[in-house]
């Protein structure tokens, strides 16, 4: 990866990345994946946590947002191109603030489609012509 940092197994740029919810996704993992894949990956999880939301399954949608934490720290730490940084950066913040703040389902669509719109292929594959 960089000079600061590798990318093998849980310890990145010194510091370590413990996963709770991807127990079995390695970065290099991760990383082998497309970023328009690892977008969509992304809106899947807040997908299901808005389905959880309708359904007034806290818990459920809790996990679900903290899975989407997590593959969003691991895009964060993989990417390649930071053009993308700070547009990823701002979506974690904000889904942390979902996760503490007990979320509703306009504010995780609203993240979801900010998520995909990252990249065109994801956007093109969840919104078709």
């Known amino acids: ?23 079995g996704l390695t970065p290099e993992r991760w990383d082998s994946f497309p970023f328009y894949q690892q977008l969509l990956m992304i809106a899947n999880e807040l997908n299901r946590a808005r389905h959880w939301i309708e359904y007034s399954d806290s818990e459920e949608s809790r996990l679900c947002l903290e899975r989407a934490l997590e593959l969003i720290v691991l895009t964060i730490l993989t990417l390649r191109d930071r053009t993308r940084l700070r547009e990823l950066l701002i979506a974690k913040e904000y ?27 994801a956007f093109n594959m969840l919104t078709p012509p």
């Open 1 to 23: 990866m960089s000079e600061s940092g590798s990318v093998s197994g849980t310890s990145f740029g010194g510091g370590s990345l413990t996963l709770r919810q991807h127990k």
């Open 95 to 121: 889904l942390c603030y979902l996760h503490s703040s007990g979320s509703d389902t306009r504010a995780t669509t609203d993240l979801m489609h900010a998520v995909v719109s990252l990249d065109p292929r």
